[in-house]
């Protein structure tokens, strides 16, 4: 069965600063990883995902994420935290076999104080 | 293009009511699958549907709860006899096909008082 972990239930950053949201995965095949954001009372929205090839993931925002296999890890990093980045964020894994629903942490809330 | 379109945004219902949710995927989209998220919680998956099709309803409880998608109009997602537990808000979401990623609705938000 696969699962994610995120550590931190709620990070806080200053503007300007690294932002890093850490995600851990199990799976027993090669896993789709997925990063969401969620801002209040909306839906979640699709920042970025890894299913093959390169480790470094760039996405929307000038968000990104690295896939690391020998740490089952999928960090999510942007080097400069904005106030607009303040949301929920959610990172998800999936079977590559598709048709197979995706699996969520429990999510990060990131605070961005000016 | 519409978004993933979710009515209605909230929902009060008294315990023992019945509640419907409805979800209207993307254009093009047939491929659904209702989450659920309840407070300091990440999303749960209930159930996968295609076209006319459950294709995975793993994660729906067993008694009260039934989803549909029907050859015209919107996912049904229905909860009989609601309790307080039920309170969540509930997210649909959409795709092509089963391998792309998931375009969410901005959910329905279900009190049960």
């Known amino acids: 069965a696969q699962s994610v972990t995120q550590l931190g239930s709620h990070v806080s950053v200053s503007e300007g600063a690294l932002v890093l949201l850490r995600c851990n995965y199990s799976s027993s095949v090669p896993p789709y990883l997925f990063w969401y954001v969620q801002y209040p009372n909306q839906g979640l929205q699709l920042l970025l995902k890894y299913t093959t090839g390169a480790t470094l993931v760039k996405g929307i925002n000038g968000f990104e994420a690295e896939f690391k296999k020998s740490e089952t890890s999928f960090h999510l990093t942007k080097p400069s935290a904005h106030m607009s980045d303040a949301a929920e964020y959610f990172c998800?894994?999936?079977?590559?076999?598709?048709?197979?629903?995706?699996?969520f942490g429990k999510g990060t809330r990131l605070s961005v104080i000016a | 293009n519409a978004g993933v379109m979710q009515n209605p945004r909230h929902l009060v219902r008294r315990r023992g009511q019945e509640a419907r949710l409805r979800c209207s995927p993307m254009?093009?989209?047939?491929?659904v699958y209702w989450y659920r998220q309840l407070p300091e919680e990440g999303l749960k998956f209930m159930v996968y549907l295609q076209k006319e099709n459950i294709i995975d309803e793993s994660g729906m409880p067993k008694e009260r709860f039934s989803a549909e998608f029907p050859k015209e109009g919107p996912s049904i997602l229905r909860i009989q006899q609601v309790v307080r537990g039920d309170s969540a808000a509930y997210f649909c979401?959409?795709?092509?096909?089963?391998?792309?990623?998931?375009?969410f609705g901005n959910g329905t938000r279900l009190t049960v008082t």
């Open positions: 979401a959409s795709s092509p096909s089963g391998d792309s990623p998931l375009h």
């Open positions: 998800a894994v999936s079977e590559t076999s598709g048709n197979t629903p995706l699996v």
């Open positions: 254009k093009g989209h047939s491929h």
